[in-house]
C-alpha cells in the first residue's frame, strides 16, 4: 500500500482523484522536484526548493514552495520510509482545475500538488562495478530545460530508446554537444579532471550535479564547466552520470563503443565512495 500526497490530503493510492481538468494531466502545465532522503532525512532540501520556486515563477504558477518539506517528511512518515537507508520523494504542482484553455484561468484557481514517496534501490556494488551503457540521442526539448516541468515526452521518448537498446541512460546531445542524461546529469574525465555541461537555460541544474562538483573540489580533483562536445566523449577517460535517483552511475560504453578501457575509473569510484559517505553521515 502506497500512501500518497493530494491537495492537502494523505491517503491511499488507489482512493486518490484527480479531476480530468487539471492542467497538469491535459496540457503538462507544472513543475516537480524529486528528492532523496537518506536515513528518513532530506538530503539537500533547500535546493530543491529553490529550484521549485524558480520553475514556479518561470511558468508564472503562484504558490509557494516553502512548506513542501513538511510534506516530503509527511509522506515519508506515511510510507514507513523513515528508517529506510535511501527513499525518494516526488512533488509536483500543476496550475490547478478549470475547463481547458491555453491561458492561464482568468480568475486563477487554486494549484494543484500531488507527491509520493518510494525506497530508493541501489544497484548492488558487484552491478555497479561493471559499468551501464548509454546512448547518444537528439535533444529535442524545448530551451527552458533549467524548468523542471512535468512536460517531459522529449525525456520519455529518449529513455525508451535507451531501454530498446539494452541500455540504461540516454544522453541528449544539441549542435554536436554532449548536455545531459534524459534524467541525470553528465560528468566525463579526461586526464584527471571533470568536464561538464556549464549551467545555461539548456540544461537541467542538478542538485546532485552541484553536490559533485562540491566532492571533487573537496578530494582535490579539477572540475571545468564547459562545452563537451558529443565526439569528445569516447575519448573520455571516464564518464557518468549524476542524478537524485541516479546518484553517480558509471557509464562505460556509449553508443556501443567502449569508453577508456571500459573499466569504471578511479575517479568515478573515489567519488562515490565520498558520496556514499557523506550521505550515510546526512549532509
Ligand atoms: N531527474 N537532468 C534532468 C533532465 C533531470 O530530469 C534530472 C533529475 C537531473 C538531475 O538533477 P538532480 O541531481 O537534482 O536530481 C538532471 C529526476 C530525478 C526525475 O526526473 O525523476
Redo the contacts with the bound molecule.
Keep these: 500500500m502506497s500512501v500518497v500526497y493530494l491537495n492537502g490530503e494523505h491517503l491511499d493510492e488507489s482512493e486518490a482523484r484527480v479531476s480530468v481538468n487539471d492542467r497538469g494531466f491535459v496540457l503538462a502545465d507544472g513543475v516537480y522536484e ?1 528528492t532523496s532522503a537518506y536515513g528518513g532525512r532530506l538530503f539537500r532540501l533547500e535546493q530543491h526548493v529553490a529550484r521549485m520556486r524558480h520553475g514556479l515563477a518561470a511558468l508564472r504558477i503562484d504558490y509557494d514552495p516553502a512548506a513542501l518539506g513538511p510534506v516530503k517528511t509527511g509522506l515519508l512518515e506515511a510510507n514507513g520510509l523513515v528508517d529506510e537507508p535511501a527513499s525518494y520523494v516526488y512533488l509536483q504542482v500543476t496550475r490547478g482545475v478549470a475547463p481547458r484553455t491555453h491561458a492561464f484561468p482568468s480568475p486563477p484557481v487554486p494549484a494543484g500538488v500531488y507527491g509520493f514517496a518510494r525506497p530508493y534501490r541501489r544497484p548492488p556494488k558487484e552491478r555497479w562495478l561493471e559499468g551501464f551503457e548509454a546512448v547518444t540521442v537528439p535533444d529535442q526539448r524545448w530551451a527552458r ?1 533549467d524548468v ?1 516541468a512535468i512536460a ?1 515526452l522529449p ?1 520519455v521518448l529518449a529513455q525508451q530508446v535507451a531501454t530498446d537498446a539494452g541500455a540504461s541512460d540516454a544522453i541528449f546531445v544539441r549542435d554536436g554537444m554532449a548536455m ?6 553528465l560528468f566525463a574525465v579526461f586526464g584527471g579532471t571533470l568536464a561538464t555541461a556549464p549551467k545555461s537555460n539548456y ?2 541544474h ?4 552541484d553536490f559533485v562538483i562540491e566532492l571533487a573540489g573537496r578530494l582535490g580533483i579539477e572540475v571545468e564547466e564547459r562545452a563537451v562536445p558529443a565526439a569528445d566523449l569516447f575519448k573520455a577517460d571516464e564518464v557518468f552520470l ?4 541516479t546518484e553517480i552511475r558509471p557509464i562505460g560504453k556509449i553508443d556501443g563503443r567502449r569508453i577508456g578501457d571500459g573499466a569504471v575509473g578511479p575517479v568515478t569510484r573515489r567519488l562515490f565512495s565520498e558520496f556514499l559517505s557523506r550521505v550515510a553521515a546526512a549532509d
Excluded: C, F, P, Q
Design positions: 524529486v530545460a523542471k517531459l525525456n545531459e542524461g534524459s534524467h541525470n546529469n540544461i537541467l542538478g542538485v546532485t550535479r549524476t542524478g537524485t535517483t
